[in-house]
């Protein structure tokens, strides 16, 4: 990964503009060629298909049937188009019905973003450190604290609450993207790929499972349960619930050791 793929690095205030529609006075001559918008839209198309790596202005502009310099002159470069992007994808979370239970709030937002990174797996080959400071980011922030406003949390709590749930969605999310990729290059699916392997590990002394009865055990309990298709999926919402369980604890006072007690 490179610099290139890091958000936040473009300049803080185009990107920002860029993000709030800030518009520059209108001038004279012809009508532009094209709109920010749509620029965004072919972008996140051509990430959807090919993966984060293949964005570039020049690659976006073929797509647009423009030459680069033409996207340069709406946007300054590819780390500003990157915060644009996730900005965009954002938007697509939307408000979880009215609840009064919390939980069932942050299942459903949890459950909104495994969803968005499955649709747009490219998110994901990111580091995101520094999050877009645009209208939709900060809105599907707004309704991660709102999940947890006023059931017994201080402020610091709530956003390490969210940053948690945020975190975990996000590696699992990762795990089975990357799962299904191989899948789709090696032409074998998992339960083809252990077809194909078990009989050779067999033939090897040293990998009796006799030696590993746990590993043997459970892999294969796991296995007939869940299918490798749906394991990253129950692996998600069997983790999600366990963090959603310590969360009660500690907002029902019964968590044991504090974040704050803990020893730096």
Do not use: C
């Amino acid at each position: 990964m490179t610099d290139a793929d890091h958000t936040g690095t473009g300049d803080p205030r185009r990107t920002i503009e860029l993000l709030w529609g800030v518009r520059e006075k209108p001038r004279r001559g012809p009508k532009p060629k094209l709109t920010v918008e749509e620029i965004i839209t072919a972008s996140i198309e051509l990430a959807d298909a090919e993966g984060i790596t293949a964005l570039s202005v020049r690659r976006g502009a073929e797509k647009l049937g423009v030459s680069p310099m033409t996207i340069y002159t709406y946007i300054p470069g590819r780390a500003e188009l990157l915060d644009l992007m996730i900005d965009r994808v954002h938007g697509e979370l939307t408000d979880p019905p009215e609840s009064h239970d919390w939980r069932v709030t942050m299942t459903i937002l949890a459950e909104d973003a495994w969803e968005m990174y499955h649709r747009h797996p490219w998110m994901l080959q990111l580091t995101t450190g520094r999050l877009p400071l645009g209208p939709h980011t900060f809105a599907k922030h707004e309704r991660e604290l709102r999940a947890v406003d006023a059931i017994g949390l201080t402020d610091l709590e709530m956003d390490a609450v969210v940053a948690m749930v945020n975190g975990f969605v996000q590696g699992i999310a990762r795990g089975s993207v990357e799962s299904a990729s191989l899948v789709r290059r090696s032409g074998l699916t998992d339960m083809e790929w252990w077809t194909a392997s078990a009989p050779v590990l067999a033939e090897i002394p040293e990998a009796d499972a006799g030696l590993f009865p746990l590993a043997a055990r459970v892999g294969q309990a796991a296995g007939e349960t869940h299918g490798a298709a749906s394991a990253p999926l129950h692996t998600f919402r069997f983790g999600l619930a366990r963090i959603l369980d310590g969360v009660e604890q500690l907002v029902n006072g019964d968590s044991g050791t504090s974040g704050a007690e803990l020893p730096s």
